[in-house]
C-alpha cells in the first residue's frame, strides 16, 4: 500500500490551518538534514495533532455531514479488502440485474464468517456513475435480500455496511418498484433469523439506507449522518433553497449526527474515529470497526433464533416512543 503525504488529502475549508501545517511539516521532513529540525517538527507535530483534535470536537452537523462525504473516505470495499479474508463476491438479483452500488459477499471478519452487504459509491469518475455515487437501483436491495436469505439457510450472520445518500430516484427505478424493493426490505430483514448488525460509515440518507439498516444492533462511525433527508434536500423543502446558510440550518434541526442519534434511541453506538475522521487513518478505522462487529456478532450469537426475531421486532416498534407521564 503507498501511503500518500498528508498534504495529498483533499482539504476541508475548517481544515485550512490544520493544512498549512501539514505542509510545513511535510517541507521539513524533506529536508537533507531534517535531523537538525527535530525539535521544531516536534513542536509542529504536537501543535498539529492539538488543532485537529479541537477541530474535530466542534464540528457542526453541516461540517459534520461533508466529513462523512469526503472523497478519500474508506468505502464498503475498502472495509472489504482491509478486514475480511476469503471475500467471494456474489451478484445479481435473479430477476433483473446485477447493480453495482450495492456489493455482496461472503467473507470471514475475525474467526467469523458472515455475509456482507454494503453500498458503494465508486471512486474514479468512471466508477462513480457506474455505481450512481452509491445510489442503488431496486435490484440492488432485491440482490442483498436474495443473498441475506442464502444466509439466513446457512444460519451466518449478516453485516451491513451503510453509505448512501438515498436510493436512486430515476424514473426506471421507479418502474421497477423502488419503493416496493425497499418495503420489502424492511419487513423481510425484520424476521431473518439469524444475527444482523448495520454499521453508517458514511451517509445514511433517507430509505436508500434504511432498506438494508434493519438490525439486531446499529452502530455508527463517529462522523458520520443518518437521516429521514440530506441537509439539501430538507433546505429545498423548507426555504425553496440550498446554500451554505440553509444546509447548515437543516443540519442542525435534523439531529443526524452519531451523537444526536444515539440520544435519540435510533442506534446502539458510535464507532470512534480516529483524530481527524476516517480518512486520515483508514487501517486504524477498519480495526474498529472489526472489533465492533465480531463483539456484537458473538453477543447475538447466544440467542435462540425466535429470541432474536422478537428482541429486533420490539427494537422497531420502540423507535420513536415518547413518554408522557402526568404530573397532576
Known amino acids: ?28 521532513e524533506a529536508k537533507i538534514d531534517a535531523e537538525v529540525f527535530a525539535d521544531e517538527l516536534r513542536t509542529l507535530r504536537q501543535a498539529r495533532e492539538s488543532l485537529l483534535t479541537k477541530t474535530y470536537a ?6 459534520t455531514v461533508r466529513v462523512a462525504r469526503h472523497p478519500q473516505r474508506p468505502q464498503t470495499l475498502d472495509y472489504v479488502r482491509m478486514i475480511c479474508r476469503d471475500w467471494s463476491e456474489l451478484h445479481g438479483d435473479r430477476r433483473f440485474g446485477d447493480d453495482a452500488a450495492l456489493i455482496t459477499g461472503f467473507a470471514r471478519i475475525g474467526s467469523l464468517k458472515c455475509l456482507v452487504v454494503g453500498h458503494h459509491k465508486g471512486r474514479t469518475t468512471e466508477e462513480r456513475i457506474k455505481c450512481r455515487f452509491g445510489c442503488a437501483n431496486p435490484e440492488g436491495y432485491r440482490k442483498a435480500l436474495l443473498k441475506m436469505k442464502l444466509a439466513e439457510k446457512f444460519h451466518l450472520p449478516i453485516v451491513t455496511l451503510i453509505d448512501t445518500p438515498g436510493a436512486y430516484p430515476g424514473v426506471d427505478s421507479e418502474q421497477r418498484g423502488q419503493a ?54 430538507c433546505a429545498a423543502i423548507l426555504w425553496k433553497k440550498a446554500n451554505e446558510q440553509t444546509n447548515n440550518s437543516a443540519a442542525q434541526a435534523l439531529a443526524l449526527t452519531a451523537e444526536s442519534n444515539l440520544k435519540n434511541g435510533l442506534i446502539d453506538a458510535i464507532i470512534p474515529e480516529p483524530n481527524g475522521g476516517a480518512h486520515r487513518d483508514p487501517q486504524a478505522t477498519a480495526e474498529r470497526l472489526q472489533g465492533w462487529v465480531v463483539d456484537s456478532i458473538r453477543e447475538l450469537q447466544r440467542l435462540a433464533p425466535d429470541t432474536l426475531v422478537r428482541l429486533r421486532f420490539d427494537k422497531i416498534r420502540n423507535i420513536g416512543t415518547h413518554n408522557c407521564s402526568s404530573t397532576a
Open 180 to 233: 416496493e424493493a425497499i418495503a420489502v426490505n424492511l419487513r423481510e430483514m425484520s424476521r431473518l433469523r439469524t444475527p444482523i448488525v448495520c454499521i453508517v460509515i458514511g451517509e445514511g440518507g433517507s430509505g436508500g439506507a434504511l432498506g438494508i439498516g434493519v438490525g439486531d444492533r446499529i452502530a455508527m462511525l463517529q462522523h458520520s449522518w443518518y437521516s429521514v433527508i440530506s441537509p439539501e434536500g
Open 1 to 28: 500500500m503507498i501511503l500518500m503525504s498528508k498534504t495529498a488529502l483533499v482539504t476541508l475549508d475548517f481544515e485550512e490551518a490544520v493544512a498549512q501545517i501539514d505542509i510545513q511539516i511535510d517541507l521539513m
Open 58 to 63: 466542534n464540528l457542526t452537523p453541516w461540517q
